[in-house]
């Protein structure tokens, strides 16, 4: 039901200002926390041994990814 007095373009700007401020907030928590995007580009700490490992021949490629399933995956 219309209220009398406001029209169609004071609904639609009610609505429009409505979403903007909440992309604005959305937008500022994700800026905030820092989330990050899928996985990490670059291995870090002990996967990267472990390929240091693997390029020096100290470990098969099996063992690596033996190892690799223990740090990432947890099994």
């Known amino acids: 039901m219309l209220v009398p007095g406001m029209g169609w373009g004071m609904w ?9 401020f909440w992309a604005v907030v ?4 994700r800026v905030l926390l ?4 899928g ?5 870090s700490g002990p996967v990267l041994l472990l390929q240091e490992r693997l390029a020096r021949g100290e470990l098969t490629p099996e063992q690596y990814e033996q190892h690799r399933r223990l740090l990432v995956d947890g099994h």
């Open 34 to 37: 820092n989330v990050p995007k």
């Open 39 to 43: 996985e990490p580009t670059e291995p």
């Open 12 to 20: 639609l700007l009610m609505i429009g200002s409505t979403l903007a």
């Open 26 to 29: 959305f937008f500022a928590v």
